[in-house]
């Protein structure tokens, strides 16, 4: 493959943001088909997402998704502003982030979301997600036994208030688009039935062990982006956050043959078959290694047909980022949280 044409922004090992590919959302926008997410768990600071950041801008990244729980917009802000002060245009950068639990309320959206733009010192955001379908939130750290007094389940005429104030987000000019994370396919028909602005993406934890095959189809035959967190399997999650259940696809037999046979990681198969299958995984690293590794396994060599079918039957509907703090009564099973049964969990 010839070398990507150099601009003023990309080093020497980066890549030329015209050569990664992206996808069309039912608005028309174009989305970097890959992104950086800004999640460092509990063992990266904040300056460290925030030098990831303006690493991956070097490099070529276009993409960026962030949230207000992560605590790091401002450090974000700071490194955004320096890119855009060099030259970069606003239009060429996409930039993600998400209302939290705690603001689901009718008077607190707009406000919670003019508090992330003034933290990343931007006007609008591109993509605006309600972080979790529920208002139940936590102490930051805490352990997964925790439970909030005031948590309840999901109550689909509460959850439709703060969409009503999310659509005046774009009304307002202050979002482009809007969309869910961590939502189910009963939620979602819901939503897709009572919403005036439809959702164009929902974020949602994707890898090769956890395909979500039913609700994949749903959100594309609806129109709705898959956004893939945890796309490699979520090797740096807390401790308190694994059981013993818990596989990894960067151990995976055929994901480590397929790896040899290509030269590369585990990790860059998992996120090439993520592309080719047509989500948008958005990897969190610090290691300048890994940040460009993933980076250029979106514009090397494809997987063949071959490797995504052998992917493809790897599903061992593993869910690792189950949620189990965000539960509304004692002795409950994670499970309810997701609606196993293809209906919301009753109260």
């Known amino acids: 493959m010839p070398s990507a044409p150099r601009t003023r922004f990309i080093s020497v090992e980066g890549v030329d943001p015209s050569v990664v590919p992206s996808r069309t959302l039912s608005s028309g926008a174009r989305i970097p088909a890959i992104g950086l997410g800004t999640f460092g768990s509990d063992h990266v600071t904040h300056s460290e997402v925030a030098d990831a950041v303006r690493y991956a801008v070097s490099l070529g990244y276009r993409h960026f998704d962030c949230a207000s729980v992560y605590g790091n917009e401002d450090r974000i802000g700071r490194v955004l ?22 603001r689901h309320g009718e008077g607190e959206v707009i406000a919670a979301c003019e508090n992330s733009l003034r933290d990343l010192q931007i006007d609008y955001l591109d993509l605006y997600l309600i972080h979790w379908p529920f208002p139940n939130h936590h102490a930051p750290g805490c352990d997964v036994t925790s439970r909030n007094a005031h948590a309840v389940p999901y109550v689909h005429e509460n959850y439709m208030r703060t969409w009503r104030k999310m659509e005046e987000l774009v009304d307002g000019g202050l979002v482009r688009h809007i969309g869910t ?11 897709l039935r009572d919403a005036k602005i439809k959702p164009v993406a929902n974020e949602m934890e994707l ?13 594309i035959e609806n129109g709705i982006q898959p956004i893939a967190f945890s796309p490699i399997g979520s090797p740096a999650r807390p401790e308190r956050d694994r059981t013993p259940e818990d596989t990894s696809p960067l151990e995976d037999p055929a994901i480590c043959q397929i790896a040899r046979r290509m030269g590369v990681h585990p990790a860059v198969v998992c996120i090439k078959w993520a592309v080719q299958r047509g989500q948008i995984p958005i990897p969190f690293s610090a290691n300048p290694r890994n940040i460009l590794g993933n980076l250029l396994a979106v514009t090397g060599e494809p997987l063949t047909q071959e490797d995504m079918s052998t992917i493809e039957k790897l599903d061992r509907n593993c869910r690792l980022i189950k949620g189990q703090v965000f539960l509304w009564k004692d002795n409950q099973s994670w499970e309810d949280l997701w609606d196993p049964n293809g209906v919301i969990t009753p109260a």
């Open 81 to 102: 502003k320096g890119i855009f002060a060099e030259g970069l245009r606003r239009d060429q950068v996409w930039i993600t982030s998400k209302l939290w639990n705690d």
């Open 181 to 191: 994370s961590n939502m189910t396919v009963p939620k979602m028909r819901l939503l």
């Open 207 to 219: 890898h090769p062990h956890f395909q979500q095959p039913e609700f994949f189809r749903y959100l």
